[in-house]
């Protein structure tokens, strides 16, 4: 994470700071390294976050103030201290992703080399957030994210302080509007879109204008706090904050939000109470904590594709001494690049030949990483070779909800066959997205009804259900509710999702590895956990409800969830550990039989059964894929061709739905006899005009 550090050379540099970054670098490295040790580490990104609205804004305003601040030069002083060490780690992942990927994983990393390299991969990140999205620790630039934050502040704010430093007294009342704005954004945010607020700048930039704001401290006040007697207390009072922080943050609060506060004014704290203070001079100013400090950009870079790397290498977590290494590794390669690369980048060649340079190194690499990203018959790594490409392509398969028409309507998103008028309503989260495939196939044939995909993943078809880091979750049913009203040409509503994920998974007493949402079912002021109380069973009977209350305007169906068993996956399908595949070959996946069956899942069953029975007592027609994937109880994982049918352990692959999912086609196929004796083939559809019933939430 970077931070300016053109002051250093300046008579007031103030080692204390590269103090901070130490600890906030040391931070997010052991929560990445050892994320249940060191549960709120991440925290140390909003350190940097102040540290670098502090020392930017004191950098342009003094230069403002003193007549020489160019656009120009503070450009061309970015991109030498930036884009040294990226362009070095970039290349280098680049490199590894070709030696140690399949085509698809390397796919997605090119498109990240692509954003990070034009600094907005927060976007993507936040585009591609999910519970069905790859995970976290097999993207190796994950990271990145907080330095595409950063660098769209620089993009911003040197303008806005130009365009607004003549009028002196509106400059820290500029910042204290974007301020209080940008918090204000973040706590309403944090509530109902956790992934967006994490990801936006929107809802971030308030971290860096706290750090900018204690460059307008007023006069008197510097000089009070400056005071013997107060500095101590500030620097205990912001150490205290941080240590709060990093003890009582976990990945499951609602972070940002408030939580924030706690990194955010612990840092503006240290640094008010300056080098001055005992307590600072001794804890963060001390040689080893500015040592750290000063390699701290490139030590971030590094540590997390590192670490990274080896998860996708070994697929499964790494032990402790594997990761530990890892992180000891990351410390002579951070000093090499700050020793070797960026010192004498930054000081020994000439401005333009480095910038130019630099800039072209960056193109260079950006446009690779885009061919790599956005061609799917170019990329064949080194390691595709030793996989069935079949299985390889299956990986990351992910195409719905078809070649439907995405609109906004009611405030949610939802997809349309062909008519701005649906007939039927599929209803629920990215297990009902996936037969999309399916009406576009049936829609092409000129078969299908006009139909409306109402989904979002992650949530539940079912009223007071909540998940915090589902933000689209929140009034779910109230607005498909508000759909329906506006929408009176619908007749027939299908509700389904991956029941097994939330009855099954979400219920279990101990969270998986790497599991950190939490269903609750609320309402009024009764709160049950899905985990450790009695929010499944309250959920099921909400769902019931739900059902009946449908039943008085619609045909109503609820739709089974299709077999879901990590022998179903594509990815565990290539055996064990990259590296050690492509060592010894004794796990070829060309020479393995995945042919063989396996009978479903009981336990899965055994709770389709319980939602079949709900289901039925509650008026409904339920809808059983199990057959098309698991005939008589027995699962394949592949097709005839060899060809797996999921793209992970519980979603079908597009081909599969669209050649094989028939078992539906009753309620999507427009009938032959649309009408008889004058009335409708539908007998709960409701009449012409006729507004939908609120139904009770």
């Given at each position: 994470?970077p ?25 997010v ?13 991440f ?39 930036i ?14 992703g ?41 993207k190796?630039?994950l ?48 509530k ?15 971290e ?31 150490l205290t904050?941080?240590l ?99 010192q ?6 000439p ?6 340079g ?66 039927v309503?599929l209803?629920g989260d ?44 929140l ?5 498909f ?11 027939t ?17 101990e ?39 449908l ?44 042919r ?8 899965q069953?055994a ?67 649309r ?21 009770r939430?």
């Amino acid at each position: 994470m970077p931070g300016s550090s053109e002051y250093r050379n300046a008579s007031n540099y103030r080692p204390e700071i590269d103090g901070l970054r130490a600890i906030a670098v040391l931070a997010v490295i052991l929560f990445h390294a050892f994320p249940t040790r060191v549960q709120g580490g991440f925290i140390g990104v909003d350190v940097f976050f102040v540290i670098s609205g502090y020392l930017i804004t004191r950098i342009i305003l003094n230069e403002l103030a003193d007549g020489t601040f160019s656009f120009a030069q503070f450009y061309i002083r970015r991109i030498r201290r930036i884009f040294p060490a990226l362009l070095l780690m970039l290349a280098s992942c680049l490199i590894a992703g070709w030696l140690v990927l399949i085509s698809t994983e390397f796919q997605q990393l090119g498109r990240h080399i692509l954003a990070a390299s034009g600094f907005v991969l927060n976007f993507v990140l936040w585009g591609e957030s999910g519970y069905f999205d790859t995970a976290a620790d097999t993207k190796p630039l994950l990271h990145l994210w907080s330095l595409g934050i950063e660098e769209q502040f620089y993009l911003v704010w040197p303008l806005l302080a130009w365009l607004i430093w003549r009028q002196k007294r509106a400059t820290p009342l500029v910042m204290l509007l974007i301020f209080t704005a940008s918090f204000a954004l973040n706590l309403k945010g944090v509530k109902h879109d956790a992934e967006a607020t994490f990801y936006s700048p929107l809802t971030r930039i308030w971290e860096l204008f706290a750090g900018a704001l204690l460059t307008r401290i007023p006069a008197s006040l510097d000089h009070l706090f400056t005071r013997p007697w107060l500095r101590e207390p500030l620097a205990l009072a912001g150490l205290t904050c941080l240590l709060a922080g990093f003890y009582l943050i976990d990945r499951h609060r609602a972070f940002p939000g408030l939580w924030a506060v706690l990194p955010v004014g612990g840092t503006c704290l240290l640094i008010l109470a300056g080098q001055q203070s005992w307590l600072c001079r001794l804890l963060l100013g001390n040689p080893l904590a500015v040592g750290i400090g000063l390699i701290s950009y490139p030590l971030y870079l590094w540590h997390w594709p590192l670490l990274s790397f080896a998860f996708i290498i070994e697929e499964i977590d790494p032990t402790r001494s594997v990761r530990a290494s890892l992180v000891l590794l990351a410390f002579p390669l951070a000093y090499l690049t700050y020793r070797f690369v960026e010192q004498p980048i930054r000081h020994s060649l000439p401005p333009r030949m480095a910038v130019g340079g630099l800039a072209a190194g960056m193109l260079v690499v950006a446009t690779l990483g885009g061919l790599v990203g956005f061609n799917k018959d170019w990329p064949k790594t080194r390691m595709d070779d030793y996989f069935n490409p079949e299985i390889a392509k299956a990986i990351g398969d992910w195409d719905y909800p078809g070649q439907l028409t995405k609109r906004q309507v009611s405030g949610l998103d939802i997809h349309v066959n062909q008519s701005s008028h649906p007939e039927v309503a599929l209803f629920g989260d990215s297990h009902v997205e996936q037969y999309g495939p399916r009406v576009s196939s049936l829609s092409d044939a000129g078969q299908a009804r006009p139909t409306a995909f109402v989904t979002a993943p992650g949530c539940l078809p079912i009223p007071n259900v909540f998940e915090d880091e589902h933000g689209q979750c929140l009034n779910f049913t109230k607005r498909f509710e508000q759909f329906l009203a506006e929408h009176p040409s619908v007749h027939t509503v299908v509700l389904g999702a991956y029941w097994a994920g939330y009855f099954i998974e979400q219920t279990a007493r101990e969270p998986k590895p790497g599991d950190h949402y939490r269903y609750y079912f609320k309402k009024d002021k009764d709160r049950e956990e899905f985990r450790g109380g009695q929010g499944r069973d309250k959920a099921l009977g909400s769902f019931k409800q739900f059902i009946r209350d449908l039943r008085h305007r619609y045909t109503v169906y609820v739709l089974l969830d299709n077999p879901a068993d990590k022998r179903f996956d594509p990815l565990g399908m290539l055996g064990q550990a990259h590296w050690r595949r492509s060592q010894t070959f004794t796990l070829h996946p060309q020479t393995r039989d995945f042919r063989q069956q396996f009978p479903a899942q009981t336990e899965q069953e055994a709770l389709n059964q319980e939602i079949r029975m709900l289901a039925e007592a509650a008026g409904a027609t339920v809808l059983d894929p199990a057959q098309q994937v698991c005939p008589a109880g027995q699962c394949s994982v592949l097709d005839e061709q060899g060809r797996p049918l999921y793209k992970d352990s519980n979603h079908l692959r597009p081909y599969f739905v669209r050649e094989k999912m028939d078992f539906m086609d009753s309620v999507l196929r427009q009938p032959s006899t649309r009408i008889v004796q004058g009335t409708s083939n539908h007998r709960d559809r409701p009449a012409a005009g006729e507004q939908a019933i609120s139904l009770r939430n």
